[in-house]
């Protein structure tokens, strides 16, 4: 490519792929709708077994967890059974893409990328957590002092909505005024968007919208009626709060798209997807129990009596919780929720990781990390390298694959991946050894297995959505050709693609370019601004 482009960057974290196609094609998202028709639009695979946590990362280095050593927010600290928080940005291993654009002197502006640390001394300005859904490390901005303007011009990112924990249990009342704050993030990143597009020619901009992610863990037994916590009367008395902020978004992109003339090549991007959820946190805890791979803590003497009471008592709750109606378990909820997640923390962990000869790591309704407690790499290793390991990690996988989800007669898990078999890099023993995705999209009421018969899964969570794999984007500008990619995107593929854009080369990378963005069309647009 002989000419530089302007690029602009919008993405949408966590939306599900399928509800924006739909509602684009039947118009609730005119401005979507309009972009499906003039755009290149392709498919994009996430990280196998560890999206939730790496999305971002893989995303915005180009290479894969085994080398930018992000597979989780909690990850096991080296040399210890312990798991610790990864403040993502500040852990990544690998620098971001606009880093090398920087010093190849592009001018860039990096608004609300999730999971990112602060890039000191960028050729352009930078946006921190100023509303991010996952929000570690505060808001920060290069330079410094654009900080004080952000908080003048728009507000306190204290104020955004979804800075801290978004899971609660509300009323109706509640919910609309958390869908509401969250309409309200939108368009004041917008605001934001607007006035900092204006203010310098940038070569590439970038602002993330991550309000679709927590309403989407919210809110999904409303908008979906075949959940399993559907509560229909919620349903009808606030209407469809994912549509609302969808819709919200829908027409900042529009807004945003104004002030973008036709030179300049425009990316929508959604990063990975959301759905019902099926599956509890701490799923594969207990299946380790059960297969006797796993072994419960050590209770001390002085302790025993207290902790089975609090075990008993929590799973006394779950049982009740299942049998009370739902329009019961609502004015129920502000109190038993609380009481739960006590009952649950001071009974302790499920596992004695450095007794046991292997343990959860990662453990989420869409996809769970098994480490094996390895001789010479764990403190107390139980499992030999070599032959052994290789033994147990077959042994456990055909018992893992043999539970049976007792409603539908399914394998409760799609498939299990050897992490050494996928990924790759100097990092990669921060990774689990094996990687467990779920099937996700029936309830799981009880599981059945060969080796410890049928066990009840009753659970609930305030997280009635989770993550699913895979999201899209949309492109379009003077050289690509409207159309639809026929094979999947990579991840790693975006950092390439969009520093070659800009006619900078990203060195040690795993993505390759995405061609059909970079392949000029003969007939040039001629129009001074974008009206999608």
Known sequence: MEKAQKVVLLGIDAGSRDLLKR????????????????????????????????????????????????????????????????????????????????RAGR??????IPLTALSHNL??????????????????????????????????????????DCDAKRDAAGVAAFRDTLINGVARKTAVTKHFLQQDNWDLFAQVFTESHCIGHQYWHVHDPTHQWHDADLARIVGDPIKDVYKAIDTAIGEILKDIDEETTVIVFVSH?????????????KFLLQLKVAVPPRIPANNV?????????????YRMWQKIPSSVQKFLAPIIYPLSHKLSADSGPLVDRAASKCFSIHDTPSHAGIRVNLVGREPEGKVQPGPDYQQFCMELEKDLLGIINVKTGKPVIQRIIRTADHYSGENLAHLPDLLVEWYEEDPIPAVFSEKFGKISTNFWHPRTGHHRAGGMFLAFGPSIQPGTVDRTVSLMDYAPTIAQLLNVSLPDVDGQPIEELLMPIPTPQASSRRDA
């Open 305 to 317: 009596t207290g902790s089975l009471l609090q075990r008993r008592s929590l799973a006394f709750l």
């Open 23 to 102: 509602w684009a094609q039947d118009g609730t998202l005119p401005t979507l709708q309009a972009l499906f028709a003039k755009s290149l639009v392709g498919a994009t695979t996430s990280t196998p077994g560890l999206f939730v946590g790496s999305t971002w990362p893989t995303w915005y280095t180009g290479v894969n967890p085994g080398k930018h050593g992000i597979h989780s927010l909690h990850q096991l600290q080296p040399g210890t059974y312990e798991l610790h928080p990864t403040y993502a940005g500040e852990s990544v291993k690998r620098e971001p893409f606009w880093n090398h654009l920087s």
């Open 273 to 285: 997807g959301m759905g019902q959820t099926n599956i509890p946190y701490g799923f594969m805890e």
């Open 107 to 112: 001018r860039v502006a990096i608004l609300d």
């Open 123 to 164: 050729n352009g300005i930078q946006l921190v957590e100023y509303g991010a859904h996952d929000a570690h490390s505060g808001f920060m901005t290069w330079p410094p002092s654009l900080a004080a303007e952000v908080e003048q011009r728009f507000g306190s990112p204290c104020s955004h909505p979804i800075q801290g």
